[in-house]
């Protein structure tokens, strides 16, 4: 099983562009989050979701959108990207009545300049 | 506002050198603590779930312990191969896992 995948690994921006992170489970988890890890900080949540359809803000959203038009996906977009959003990404999903066992995805490196 | 604090930010030790990492939180009410790793450019990966105080938890050569203010987790006989960074986490009560505050980490280093 490939469990949680992101694309792309890494990526390059100029400030004000735009890009979009996908990320895909194939556990068919009913919820899903996108969290970014800053040195020094902990893991913080960007936004998440709790089925298809939905989407919610967790701790810092600002700057991003989400969409979860299918069970399976989770896109995070970033509509005009800021060197502050140059950070480490990271997907994490689990089922229902999972008992705190959460599942990262590899993380997807973003850089603005 | 909840906090974890992991403490230390960084340990080295000799293989077969045990050792303890010590998770620090506040917590308005405790639903999970739960201990993850973290290998360089990887995801973290789950460790444990402990849920109230006396809790103990074990997985090779690692063990997790919970009280009402601070976890452990205790590394024996550690290898290279242990080698990573440690993530706290704990969940409040009542909520989600958008109630969860990660801590910054350990990052564990066995020398051979």
């Known amino acids: 099983n490939a469990g949680v995948t992101q694309t792309p690994k890494f990526r390059v921006l100029k400030t004000g562009q735009s890009m979009t992170l996908l990320c895909a489970q194939d556990?068919?988890?009913?919820?899903m989050y996108w969290y970014r890890q800053d040195p020094g900080m902990g893991l913080r949540l960007i936004h998440y979701s709790v089925g298809e359809g939905t989407t919610a803000k967790g701790e810092v959203p600002d700057g991003y959108n989400v969409s979860r038009l299918k069970k399976q996906n989770f896109l995070l977009g970033l509509e005009s990207a800021a060197p502050s959003q140059t950070s480490v990404y990271f997907c994490a999903s689990h089922h229902r009545t999972g008992a705190g066992e959460l599942f990262f995805g590899e993380g997807s490196r973003l850089t603005v300049l | 506002e909840d906090q974890v604090t992991q403490s230390p930010e960084a340990l080295r030790l000799q293989e077969g050198e045990s050792s303890s990492l010590n998770c620090s939180y506040t917590v308005s009410g405790l639903r999970g603590l739960f201990w993850y790793r973290q290998d360089p450019g990887k995801g973290p990966e789950f460790l444990f779930t402990?849920?109230?105080a006396g809790e103990e938890k074990e997985k090779e050569r690692l063990k997790a312990t919970l009280t009402k203010k601070e976890s452990f987790l205790h590394i024996t006989a550690p290898k290279p191969e242990d080698s990573a960074t440690y993530l706290c986490?704990?969940?409040?009560?009542?909520?989600?896992?958008?109630?969860?505050?990660f801590g910054i980490g350990t990052k564990l280093q066995v020398i051979p």
């Open positions: 986490a704990v969940q409040a009560s009542p909520g989600g896992y958008q109630k969860v505050t």
């Open positions: 556990m068919n988890h009913e919820y």
């Open positions: 402990l849920y109230s």
